[in-house]
C-alpha cells in the first residue's frame, strides 16, 4: 500500500457539496478518535510501521477535514514524527485560514468545482498547492490553456481534473432517495462531452507547463491506488467496505 485515506471524525459537512457521494452512504463507525484516541493512536502507528512503503497519507473524510482542526494538527504531527518520510496531504473546500493547521502538511488539495472559484484559496508558502478541479457544468465551454489556467494564481503547481463520480445503481448504497437525487444531480450539471475532450486532448498536447497535470476519471476506484483508515482505527479496502481488514484488532 502506497497510499492511505485518513478520515476525519465524521460530522455534518459545512459545505454539503450536491454530488458528494458521502452522503449516500447511511453506514456509521464508532468514533475512537474521541473515546479511545491512545487505541486509535497505536493502530495508526503500526499501520504506519507495517507498510514500509507507504508514501503518501491524505487527510480527508465524510466532511471537511478543516472542521477538525485539532485532529488535524495532532494526526500530521503524529505522522511525520513516525515517518518524516510519507508526504501528508489536506484535502479541503475551505479556502482561507488554514495556515494554522499547515506545520506538517505537505500539500494542500483545495476542491474547486466552480470556474469562478479558480482565483479563490489561499496560496501557502512552503508546502504544495494542488487545484482539484471538480469538472461540473460551470467549465462548460472552458479551454484548459486560454481560460482555465489563465485563473489559476502564482504558487498553485499541480491540477488535478476530476470527473464527477455517479454512483452504480445496482448498489446497495445507492437504494435510498438522497443517493438518487446526487445521481439525478450529476447527470444533469456535470461538464459536456465537447468540454471534456478538449480539456483531455489540450493536457495529452501539452509540453511545457508550469502545472503538473493529471486528470482523474476514477477518483473512487481504491483497487491499487489506496486504501481507507476510518475514525474506528479499521483499515478499509475502498469507500464503500463495511468490513474492516484488520477486524479482529478493532473494537
Known sequence: ??????????QVCLFNCPYCVSKTR??????????????????LSALLQEYPDLSCVVITGTNDPSQSPEYVK??????????????????????????D????????????????SLGKPEVLTGLINRYTIILTASFNGK???????????????????????????????FENDQAQEINAWIAANSLDNET????????????DSPFSLFFDRSCMEAEGRYQV???????????????????AEVK
Open 26 to 43: 447511511n453506514v456509521s463507525f464508532p468514533n475512537i478518535v474521541e473515546s479511545d484516541y491512545p487505541l486509535y493512536r497505536k493502530r
Open 1 to 10: 500500500m502506497k497510499s492511505l485515506q485518513l478520515v476525519t471524525p465524521a
Open 74 to 99: 495532532k494526526i500530521s504531527a503524529l505522522i511525520k514524527r513516525e515517518r518524516p518520510d510519507i508526504q501528508v496531504e489536506l484535502q479541503t473546500r475551505k479556502y482561507q485560514g488554514l495556515k
Open 101 to 116: 493547521l499547515a506545520a506538517n502538511i505537505d500539500v494542500i488539495a483545495y476542491s474547486i468545482d466552480q470556474y469562478e
Open 143 to 173: 479551454r484548459l490553456l486560454t481560460d482555465i489556467l489563465a485563473k489559476v494564481p502564482p504558487g498553485v503547481s499541480q491540477l488535478t481534473f476530476k470527473v464527477l463520480y455517479q454512483g452504480n445503481q445496482a448498489s446497495k448504497a
Open 196 to 207: 471534456l475532450t478538449s480539456l483531455e486532448n489540450d493536457i495529452k498536447a501539452l509540453t
Open 229 to 247: 483508515f476510518r475514525e474506528d482505527g479499521g483499515l478499509y479496502q475502498n469507500w464503500d467496505s463495511q468490513q474492516a481488514l484488520n477486524s
